[in-house]
């Protein structure tokens, strides 16, 4: 990640369309990343006999992504929405691979 422009040093749409370009791409970097780690889970599920879905788990992944929101003005509801959708491609993958 660089550093960026601050918004309010922002003065021209284009300036913000920059860093808001940036921050996704650094926002891609990060989920291909969590997706080696859901891979590596995959191999270590399948060895410990472990489930694709862990539901106890997915809660807590979603409260604490939540929260974190919450404590830094971001809407949690939008952020549930997101990492749900995440978890759920997560799942699915390991499904692939594990069975259901």
Known sequence: MTARKPPNLCKKMQDLR???DAIDADLI???VERSRYIDRA???KEAEGL???I????EEVVNNVATRARAQ???PVLVETIWR???EWSIDREAERLGA
């Open 42 to 44: 995959i191999v270590i």
């Open 18 to 20: 920059v860093e808001i």
């Open 73 to 75: 003005g971001l809407d």
């Open 51 to 53: 489930p694709a879905r």
């Open 55 to 58: 539901t106890d788990r997915v």
């Open 85 to 87: 959708g995440l978890i």
């Open 29 to 31: 970097d990060l989920l």
